[in-house]
């Protein structure tokens, strides 16, 4: 028995050593993307997103939200999201076509920003979310580049953002481009 359990605990360790070799060949910097539309007024999609203090009301995956004293003009929070927090900003922007979120993850493991582009095509709002990404620890960048859906966050966020608007989510262009 002392042999399986030992041949077990060694496949564990050479998986996470591989990861880890894997993983710090690897870029931290990833940049990914996928689009919504959406049959609501671009005002009132851009005033949804703007208000990142309110999340929490109708995205399912944000447990809370405690405000935070602006910074440099920007609105920010902290954010949590089941038992991860990072905190969000608002940067600053003059049009509502877009809007760039920035978040730092508390514990230091990610940080990047969202940007926001959206646009009308015809009666449609089309909101296109880009990621810029930086992930720091090796073995998760390993995970997320060949195991993970790269998109996987931006298409649950705009899944709660149609269905606050009660739309089924229609959701293209969700792919990794680096």
Known sequence: MWNVVGGVLGLIAVAIGLL???????????VVT??????RPIEEVHALIRDIARWHTWD???TRIEPLEPEAGCDRVRMFMGGNSF???????????SLTLNAIDDH???????????SVQGEKTIVR?????????????????????????????LTMVAKRFSEPPVITDARRIS
């Open 60 to 62: 399912s995956g944000v």
């Open 34 to 39: 996928a689009t919504l539309q959406c049959s």
């Open 20 to 30: 880890y070799a894997v993983g710090r060949r690897l870029s931290p910097d990833h």
């Open 108 to 118: 230091g493991f990610f940080e990047g920003r969202w940007v926001y582009e959206l």
């Open 129 to 157: 979310l880009t990621e810029y990404g930086r992930v720091k620890p090796a073995i998760p960048r390993a995970i997320m580049k060949y195991f993970a859906d790269p998109a996987m966050y931006l298409k649950r966020h």
């Open 87 to 97: 905190v969000l900003s608002v940067l600053p922007h003059d049009a509502s076509s």
